[in-house]
């Protein structure tokens, strides 16, 4: 399974303007039916509720889920639910297949955790059919971590083979890839027959290598 090295210990509640936003708009969409709900509540302590509970959603998740909004005003769960709605697996696996080796571009990040659990190779070589039960599988777990770990971010400078801006690896990560590396050079003095780099360890090395030019550089 992919190892999430950059998860943060605690994600940022959702901006206050945010949630202004949010009661702004449905205020305005359900009148009374919205407002009523906190007749006898202290709207500053539902308003950090929904603040907490909405802590590392987007801005992009939250106009979505005010997009979506229904005839009657949702829950704060159904809310949540408006703003990060199930992925479908089909189509994730189609975007999974498009943008793997990309950090840009997704449109939920369960579906990227899911894609590197299964890896390029398996993705683009494998039909769907055959990946099915391992695909749902991976997406289904992904999606219910809703602390999930957001895509990491790309740093300027960095580009991958795709010309997508890459993050910086981490520490173990790095190893990890010096690891590889040096394993790889084992085996080739061992036979001739060795199994080449994947696309995803050439791109890692690559992004290594760049790290250290940087490094190096300064």
């Known amino acids: 399974m992919e190892n999430r090295q950059s998860e943060p ?8 303007k945010y ?5 702004a708009v ?4 359900y009148g009374s039916q919205f407002s009523d709900r906190w007749a006898t509540a202290n ?3 539902v308003k950090a509720l929904w603040s907490q509970q909405l802590a590392g959603y987007s801005a992009n998740e939250i106009k979505r889920g005010l997009d979506s909004l229904g005839e009657f005003p949702p829950s704060l769960p159904s809310f949540k639910l408006l703003c990060r709605p199930k992925p479908h697996p089909e189509a994730a696996h189609a975007e999974a297949v498009r943008l793997i080796g990309r950090l840009e571009g997704w449109t939920d990040c369960a579906i990227f955790w899911a894609a590197r659990e299964i890896g390029s190779h398996d993705l683009k070589a ?4 055959k990946i099915r039960g391992r695909w749902i599988e991976a997406l289904e ?3 219910k971590d809703r602390k999930a770990i957001p895509l990491p971010e790309p740093v300027s400078g960095l580009v991958g083979r795709s010309g997508e801006p890459q993050r910086v690896l981490s520490e173990a990560e790095r190893e990890d890839v010096m690891r590889r590396i040096r394993e790889f050079g084992k085996n080739l ?6 199994e080449p ?3 995803d360890d050439l791109e890692a090395i690559q992004r290594a290598e760049a790290e250290i030019a940087a490094r190096d550089a300064k």
Not at 19 to 23: D, H, K, L, P, T
Not at 126 to 129: H, I
Request: proline share 11%.
């Open 9 to 16: 210990e605690s994600l940022q509640p959702l901006p206050a």
């Open 19 to 23: 949630v202004e936003r949010i009661f």
């Open 26 to 29: 449905m205020s305005a969409s």
């Open 43 to 45: 709207l500053a302590e």
């Open 126 to 129: 494998l039909p769907y059919e």
């Open 141 to 143: 777990r992904h999606w």
């Open 189 to 194: 003095k061992k036979t001739p027959k060795v």
């Open 197 to 199: 780099l994947n696309a």
